[in-house]
């Protein structure tokens, strides 16, 4: 069993940066895919970005591709967000996921029925 602490949200003004963490207790973290989804109020939630267990594969959603950047560190158990040039539009809740299943290609690690254990969440808001 795994439990997932999120932490690093805030508000922010357009055009600047936050980074988000997300600290993984329990075992086997090392093996799980990892990623980061989020939701907006009155929207569905929705994938952001995929790494998988080893680090190598990286998956983003269109909407952040090249601007948000996921990496894990297995020795500390934690996934980190980098999000830059942040957008109103990103303004949303949050959430860090963790996947026992094996996901072949990472591409195919976007559905939310794939993720086992989810943190509660933190808010980040971009706002003037």
């Known amino acids: 069993q795994v439990q997932l602490v999120e932490s690093g949200g805030g508000w922010v003004r357009p055009g600047e940066f936050l980074k988000l963490s997300c600290a993984a207790s329990?075992?086997?973290?090392?093996?799980?895919?990892m990623a980061w989804f989020r939701q907006a109020p009155g929207k569905e939630r929705e994938f952001v970005a995929a790494?998988?267990?080893?680090?190598?594969?990286?998956y983003y959603a269109d909407s952040v591709k090249d601007r948000f950047a996921i990496s894990r560190d297995n020795a500390k158990n934690t996934v980190l967000l980098q999000m830059d040039s942040l957008k109103p539009e990103d303004t949303a809740l949050y959430y860090c996921?963790?996947?026992?299943?094996?996901?072949?290609?990472?591409?195919?690690?976007?559905?939310?029925?794939?993720?086992?254990?989810w943190g509660q969440g933190t808010q980040v808001t971009v706002s003037s």
């Open positions: 996921a963790a996947s026992s299943a094996q996901i072949p290609v990472i591409t195919q690690a976007t559905a939310q029925n794939l993720y086992n254990y």
């Open positions: 329990g075992r086997a973290f090392s093996s799980y895919t």
């Open positions: 790494v998988s267990w080893s680090g190598l594969s990286i």
